[in-house]
């Protein structure tokens, strides 16, 4: 949050295109994001065999077309999907991303 409330992310992530995700963490992410990283890998992504599954289901939907086809369903229906996910976003994230951004940026001045 805070990374991309500073907008260092966007940095970061140019910095991932042309180096590689995993170059980049080793160069520009701090001791302490990839201790976390480290440490918290295996809850957040899964085993390597369970996250090589997932990528393959995921491939096989596009491949066989049953994505393009869920799309284009959601596109006659004006995307249910797409409203549920907006309307069920945490509030509360959001809230805390916008108090962390005012707080990064600090007062705004006028004139």
């Not at 170059?23 to 994001?33: F, N, Q, R, T, V």
Request: hydrophobic share 35%; glycine share 10%; charged share 25%.
């Amino acid at each position: 949050m805070e990374l991309h409330g500073s907008g260092e992310l966007g940095q970061v992530l140019l910095a991932a295109s042309r180096e590689g995700l995993y170059s980049m963490i080793a160069s520009h992410a701090s001791p302490a994001c990839q201790a976390g990283i480290a440490h918290h890998w295996e809850s957040a992504v899964g085993s390597s065999a369970a996250m090589r599954q997932q990528a393959e289901t995921v491939l096989a939907s596009i491949r066989n077309g049953r994505f393009a086809r869920h799309l284009i369903g959601e596109h006659a229906r004006d995307y249910p999907d797409r409203r549920r996910w907006r309307a069920e976003r945490s509030s509360r994230l959001e809230e805390t991303e916008a108090r962390l951004r005012a707080g990064l940026r600090g007062p705004v001045k006028s004139g």
